[in-house]
Nanobody, 126 residues
Framework: QVHLVESGGGLVQAGGSLRLSCAAS????????MGWFRQAQGKEREVVAA????????YYADSVKGRFTISRDNTKSTLYLQMNSLKPEDTAVYYC???????????????????WGQGTQVTVSS
């Protein structure tokens, strides 16, 4: 069982930046594909970005492409999401998710992940 803990959320003005972190509890983090999802109030959970186990392959939703960057540090068992040029529509609870995969794939479906963090709130004011 992998335990994930997000941090770094908060309140920021439009155009600002935040960096989310997701710390994993165990040393097998490097064999897990990871993803960031978000869920705005009244909406379904959606993928934001995904990354394979090595960090060599990434995916971004069209809505965040060019503004957000997903990365990982396997030596620290930590996943990151750098969010720049934030917009009010980025307001949501952000979740990190993981699943064991060493074939180089990333995953963009919520139902493809086995482990989830508790979420961190990001609020962007206009």
């Amino acid at each position: 069982q992998v335990h994930l803990v997000e941090s770094g959320g908060g309140l920021v003005q439009a155009g600002g930046s935040l960096r989310l972190s997701c710390a994993a509890s165990e040393g097998t983090f490097s064999s897990h594909a990871m993803g960031w999802f978000r869920q705005a109030q009244g909406k379904e959970r959606e993928v934001v970005a995904a990354i394979n186990y090595s960090g060599g392959r990434t995916y971004y939703a069209d809505s965040v492409k060019g503004r957000f960057t997903i990365s990982r540090d396997n030596t620290k068992s930590t996943l990151y999401l750098q969010m720049n040029s934030l917009k009010p529509e980025d307001t949501a609870v952000y979740y990190c998710a993981g699943r064991r995969s060493i074939d180089g794939s990333y995953f963009i479906g919520a139902d493809e992940y086995y482990y989830w963090g508790q979420g961190t709130q990001v609020t962007v004011s206009s």
